[in-house]
């Protein structure tokens, strides 16, 4: 993901932070537990050392039984180290750090490559989407309901009800989860129907869980897709053309209201090249709008609807508008 030098700088600054909480917060354990049990400090110490003479043993190519019979030693003393902790109540994993990030260690890096952590801290930074996580703490499956869901209402052209529909749209999002990365190929989603009928609720479902998968998801309205396209093209502005670019290599694109934005032919041919781009690169895309089949192949072109309708998922919605349905109750 690119980055100029002061973002880069911005995210490093973060992982020194998080690095230097959790030296502090495992400092504190260890004082806590050292307090009620001195032995657990002398036994750290010992391997501390232990592993440094490990360490000069094997760049001075001692002979394998002296660094087998240290081996013993440290693992002897872990051992009576595990013991105590858990007579005082306290895991095994005590003075391990709480990493943010498992993979890394908090370090932005495995190896020299940048963790998937990073990837999405760039994103975060770069379309200022941290304001997102609120949202999904509240939007996601754990909350998700069929509660506003008919089972009495019939749509018209298929005659399911609506909660038939958002049925088969849950089972399909979670098919596309767990599918998600696995082999060449991307799916795509697209969902349509009319407003207020869980669309985007269910579109965040899927960021949420994608995204503690360690993936890359970028959301954006329908507006703000054209408003970076329109600015990278026309005011060539710099942070713009990352973002542009971005776009197309993040793991999960989101595209939220298609239809509410300004149409013209610009966002008409920059809506195709986008979807276009990310199904030549097998990047996955999600689509909600409230426009009809008839409506999408209007406003942006037989073309761009032969590709959604070819290579996407096409999932109906259909109810009452929950958001007044909640207003009500």
């Known amino acids: 993901m690119a980055l100029n030098n002061a973002q880069y700088d911005e995210i490093i600054r973060q992982y020194n932070a998080k690095q230097i909480r959790n030296q502090h917060i495992v400092e504190d354990r260890k004082n806590e537990v050292y307090a009620k049990n001195a032995r657990l400090k002398e036994i750290d110490d010992t391997i501390s050392s232990c592993s440094v003479a490990q360490a000069k043993k094997l760049l001075l190519g001692d002979d394998a039984a002296a660094l087998d019979e240290l081996k013993k030693q440290i693992a002897s003393l872990r051992e009576e180290k595990s013991v105590i902790l858990a007579s005082l109540g306290y895991p095994e994993d005590y003075f391990i750090p709480p990493y943010d990030c498992p993979d890394c260690r908090d370090t932005g890096y495995i190896g020299n490559e940048r963790c998937h952590c990073f990837k999405q801290a760039a994103i975060d930074l770069v379309y200022t989407q941290s304001n997102i ?28 009800s609506p909660l038939a529909l958002i049925r088969r749209a849950r089972e399909e999002s979670e098919h596309f989860i767990d599918q ?61 053309s990352v973002a542009h670019q971005n776009i197309f290599d993040c793991d999960l694109l989101i595209i939220d209201d298609l239809g509410t934005e300004m149409s013209n032919s610009f966002t008409t041919s920059q809506f195709f090249l986008c979807l276009n781009e990310r199904l030549l690169r097998r990047k996955s895309t999600i689509i909600s709008t409230n426009l009809n089949m008839n409506q999408l192949a209007d406003i ?11 290579n996407y998922t096409m999932l109906k919605f259909y109810g009452d508008d929950i958001r007044i349905k909640k207003k009500l109750h």
Do not use: M, W
């Open 180 to 240: 998600f990365g696995v082999g060449d190929t991307a799916q795509n989603l697209f969902f349509y129907g009319n407003t207020g009928v869980g669309k985007t609720f269910l579109s965040n479902c899927i960021a949420k869980e994608l995204l503690d998968r360690g993936f890359s998801v970028i959301y954006f309205t329908a507006f703000q897709l054209f408003d970076i396209f329109a600015k990278n093209v026309f005011d060539k502005d710099t942070d713009a």
């Open 133 to 160: 996580r609120s949202i999904l703490a509240e939007e996601n499956f754990a909350h998700f309901s069929y509660d506003y869901y008919s089972d009495t209402q019939t749509e018209p052209v298929s005659g399911l």
């Open 300 to 310: 942006y072109s037989e073309r761009t609807f032969s590709r959604v309708f070819s």
